[in-house]
């Protein structure tokens, strides 16, 4: 099982112990009406743990993603195990439009936030 979601907006960001990858779909006001927010975090005293929010859920930790493909403006994350808060999908697969914003954003931070679990794909 798959879920698919598709976003206009992509956007990259550092933060203290954190990389993210900041996926939205927005209403012509300019406002945020679905989201997706890719997050992973390095703590000095454990392994970096990944994480997935959706729309104010979250779910994730250090098995989430098993591995990830990038082609072209679709991103597949492929689960270790059926994610319960996607309705049992085994894969995520993420479009955005494409623009030469998202492309600096996915191009900026897809390697630094899924770093090995990305085993395919080209850009």
Known sequence: MSGSRSYDTV????????????FARTTPEGDIDDYLLLMRTIDEDF?????????????????????SELVGNTLTLHLHEPAAELDGAEQ???TW???RENGDSIEAGAFRVLGDTMTGGSA
């Open 92 to 94: 995520i697969v993420l």
């Open 47 to 67: 392994d970096s743990s990944t994480y997935i929010e959706i729309n104010e859920k979250q779910f994730g930790g250090h098995n989430l993603i098993r591995s």
């Open 97 to 99: 439009a494409d623009t």
């Open 11 to 22: 956007a990259f960001d550092v933060r203290d112990n954190a990389t993210m990858l900041f």
